[in-house]
């Protein structure tokens, strides 16, 4: 090794990169995305080969790397399987603190969805059951689903 690699003092520096960009969500996302802006109705897809219900649908399985071309509809109730907390605010973050993000098991689903709980934070556990909330004006996006509640 050489001498002037060990002279150096180890440094590190916070940062934050904010790269904002769009992409095409496909024919599988649209569906989705449609179906929520459209019908306020949660749309998942179940694999042909192991069953395997996804929400967000996928094209592909991540069990067993078929295509998966039979649709259903699941939720909008469901269970939070995680979740964490989050107290300090960031211009990153979707929502205003304090928030959740959880993963949360729709009713019919096999794979959980991320997503975000605002309020009744006092409440919340693992094994809570939610409901999604869908925004009054709706655009085709995530967050059409603006929370889910806890029962």
């Known amino acids: 090794m050489s001498d002037w690699i060990k002279e150096v003092e180890p440094l590190t520096q916070k940062g934050q990169l904010r790269m904002p960009y ?14 929520l802006r459209d019908r306020q109705t949660i749309l998942a897809n179940r694999c042909d080969g192991c069953s395997t219900v996804y929400v967000p649908p996928r ?14 509809e699941v939720g909008p109730e469901g269970t939070v399987e995680a979740f964490t907390l989050v107290r300090e605010a960031s211009p990153l973050h979707p929502a205003t603190v304090p928030f959740a993000y959880a993963l949360i098991k729709l009713d019919g689903a096999d794979v959980a969805l991320l ?26 996006h995530i967050m059409d689903i603006e929370t ?3 029962l």
């Not at 934070?121 to 909330?133: N, Y």
């Open 22 to 35: 769009r992409w095409s969500v496909g024919e599988t996302g649209s569906r989705f995305l449609t179906a």
């Open 115 to 140: 997503h975000l709980i605002l309020g009744g934070l006092d409440r919340l556990g693992t094994g809570s059951r939610v409901r999604a909330i869908f925004r009054r004006e709706r655009s085709g």
């Open 148 to 150: 889910f509640d806890i």
């Open 59 to 72: 094209k592909t399985c991540a069990r067993c790397f078929q295509d998966i071309g039979t649709w259903t």
